[in-house]
C-alpha cells in the first residue's frame, strides 16, 4: 500500500502571508496526486490535480507542484475564506485512494 | 451534479445499516463511484469503489462486511454496513470523479455505539 505522509499537521499564518503545506509519498506515484480543502463541516472540495493543475473555480493563488515521491501546496497571499483543512491523495494505485493525514490551517 | 447520502444513523455494535447516495447532472450508469469515511477529528479513509460495470474494489479494513453497490436504473449507489465495530464511527462520503473526485456528496453520519 502507498502511505501518504502530510505535514505540517497544523499551521497558524498571518493574513496576506504565504503558506506551503508538504505531501511524501512512500514510492513514486507520477504525480498523481490531488489536494482537497475541506471548510469545517463541509465535504472535502477538490483544489489540484496531477500535482500542478487548478481544478475549475479555484483561485490562482492555489498552486501545486512536485514529482516522484514529494509535492507540496502552497497558498499565496492568504486569505480568511482559506481557513480549512488540506488534504493531499495519491491516485497512482486507483481505484485504492490514500490520504495525508490533513494540515489545519488557521488565522494567526 | 449533485449526490445526496441518506440512512445514517445510531446503530449498536454488530448490526447493520444501508447507506444510499443519490445522483442527478450526470450520467451514472457511466462513472465509477466510491465511499470515503472520516471519523471524527480524523482524515480521510478510502472505503470501497465499485465500476460503471459493477466491479467492486475494497479496503481492508471493512472486506467482508461492507459491500458497495449501485442501481443504476435508480442513479443510486448503496452501502451495506454489516457486522459494525465502534471504529467504523464516521461520517461517510460517496464521491465520483476519474481519476480524481471532484463531486462529493455532503455526508452520512454513522455512529456506532452500545
Known amino acids: 500500500d502507498i502511505q501518504m505522509t502530510q505535514s505540517p499537521a497544523s499551521l497558524s499564518a498571518s493574513l496576506g502571508e504565504t503558506v506551503t503545506i508538504e505531501c511524501r509519498a512512500s514510492?513514486?506515484?507520477?504525480?498523481?496526486l490531488a489536494w482537497y480543502q475541506q471548510k469545517p463541516g463541509n465535504s472535502p472540495q477538490l483544489l489540484i490535480y496531477d500535482a500542478n493543475s487548478l481544478a475549475d473555480g479555484v483561485p490562482s493563488r492555489f498552486s501545486g507542484s512536485g514529482s516522484g515521491t514529494q509535492y507540496s501546496l502552497k497558498i499565496n497571499s492568504l486569505q480568511s475564506e482559506d481557513v480549512a483543512s488540506y488534504f493531499c491523495q495519491q491516485y497512482n494505485n486507483y481505484p485504492m485512494y490514500t490520504f495525508g493525514a490533513g494540515t489545519k490551517l488557521e488565522l494567526k | 451534479v449533485q449526490l445526496v447520502e441518506s440512512g445514517g444513523g445510531l446503530v449498536q455494535p454488530g448490526k447493520s445499516l444501508k447507506l444510499s447516495c443519490s445522483a442527478s447532472g450526470f450520467t451514472f450508469s457511466s462513472y465509477g463511484m466510491h465511499w470515503i469515511r472520516q471519523a471524527p477529528g480524523k482524515g480521510l479513509d478510502w472505503v470501497a469503489y465499485i465500476s460503471s460495470s459493477s466491479g467492486t474494489v475494497y479496503a481492508d479494513a471493512v472486506k467482508g462486511r461492507f459491500t458497495i453497490s449501485r442501481d443504476n436504473a435508480k442513479n443510486t449507489l448503496y452501502l451495506q454496513l454489516n457486522s459494525l465495530k465502534s471504529e467504523d464511527t464516521a461520517i461517510y462520503y460517496c464521491?465520483?470523479?476519474?481519476?480524481?473526485?471532484?463531486?462529493w456528496g455532503q455526508g452520512a453520519s454513522v455512529t456506532v455505539s452500545s
Open positions: 514510492e513514486d506515484i507520477y504525480s498523481n
Open positions: 464521491g465520483g470523479g476519474y481519476p480524481v473526485m471532484d463531486a
